[in-house]
């Protein structure tokens, strides 16, 4: 592996920005006052204050109504995430400022209460996160995502979790609340069982060991747990799907969902370049299935489709998750969420 390849990293480059007409480059190392220290890239925590901080969902095909977000950028740094995208937005990359430099929203708990002091807002489950991580690393020394969870419970309003870490097991109390009213429900991504391959695909994220041994916990606690096998990568890991589904079963998962992998704009690039340098011998391979999957490209764009893919290997891949959903957790479901016990203005109902 190259010496100068960054441990702790996803990205190993720094991609274009095409919403921005500047940028800086290193490729003219004559020009450059100092050698730049490869592996010595920081996180910057960025500090910002939205107006709002609940998210209309107007994509079909994502299994929610409404997100909340309260980081932007992911210092989990996986390598495949299609949020990337979303960090030119701000000015950013997708590559390695995606996961170095962390967009906090301090306000995001006042902001959420404000949400629900508004007359028009109909209960409806809210998800946490549907961009990037609400448990990243940042979370354990901000704990917005749990004051955040402490106003959904003071209003009663249904909220949804989806995570690649167990930090979440810090607010197992709320959870533990949430779940007995039927208001919560939580959803960990498990990419891979095999632990040298999920630390390269997703260097900051919780084992796979430690995400069942957290359903375990959660489950014995009331907390309904899901999980998402996601995203499936063919050539890499799509062989581990029975023994994914089986594993979280095993530990108490009520159901699974899945996603093939799409790398859409500059992750393509971040991608290629990761994948040549941790997998050369089987670059061609995985690139090229990724293609198959994809009618030709890395990324579809096409709603409904470009989730599960298109073709023979996408069939191989669907056929293989239902087998072993309907094998190991057939029976299993998930609580229905109650939004009947919404509080209108955050107080008790007397009568």
Not at 47 to 68: F, R, W
Not at 97 to 126: C, G, M, R, Y
Not at 261 to 270: K, P, Q, S, T
Request: proline share 5%; glycine share 8%.
């Amino acid at each position: 592996m190259d010496r100068d390849y960054r441990k702790g990293r996803g990205s190993q480059i720094q991609t274009k920005n095409p919403y921005l007409s500047q940028e800086y480059v290193t490729e003219h190392w004559e020009g450059l006052d100092e050698e730049l220290l490869m592996e010595q890239i920081p996180t910057q925590i960025l500090y910002e204050t939205p107006k709002k901080i609940v998210n209309k969902v107007e994509s079909p095909d994502v299994g929610m109504a409404y997100s909340l977000n309260p980081y932007q950028g992911c210092e989990h740094g996986c390598i495949y995430c299609y949020a990337r995208k979303t960090h030119e937005y701000w000015g950013y990359n997708a590559g390695l400022d995606f996961e170095t430099k962390i967009i906090v929203k301090k306000n995001a708990p006042e902001l959420l209460e404000k949400h629900f002091l508004q007359k028009s807002w109909k209960p409806e489950t809210i998800m946490l996160s549907g961009n990037t991580d609400c448990y990243q690393p940042i979370e354990r020394k901000l704990g917005i995502t749990r004051k955040l969870l402490e106003v959904f419970l003071k209003y009663r309003n249904p909220v949804g979790i989806i995570s690649k870490n167990v930090t979440m097991l810090r607010d197992l109390d709320i959870l533990s609340e949430l779940a007995k009213l039927n208001l919560v429900r939580v959803t960990l991504s498990i990419t891979s069982l095999d632990e040298k391959l999920r630390s390269k695909l997703e260097p900051r994220t919780a084992s796979a060991a430690r995400k069942l041994k957290a359903i375990e916990q959660m489950t014995k606690a009331g907390v309904p747990v899901s999980i998402m096998n996601a995203p499936i990568i063919p050539g890499l890991n799509h062989h581990e799907i029975p023994q994914i589904i089986k594993a979280a079963a095993d530990h108490g998962a009520v159901s699974a969902g899945y996603t093939v992998v799409r790398l859409n704009g500059y992750i393509g690039e971040v991608f290629e370049d990761w994948l040549r340098k941790n997998f050369p011998d089987r670059f061609d391979k995985v690139w090229n299935q990724i293609c198959e999957v994809h009618g030709g490209n890395v990324n579809d764009s096409e709603f409904g489709r470009r989730m599960r893919g298109s073709g023979q290997i996408s069939d191989i891949i669907s056929q293989l998750f239902h087998a072993s959903v309907e094998r190991h957790m057939k029976g299993r479901h998930v609580p229905t969420m109650d939004t009947s016990l919404f509080r209108r203005g955050g107080h008790y109902k007397l009568f």
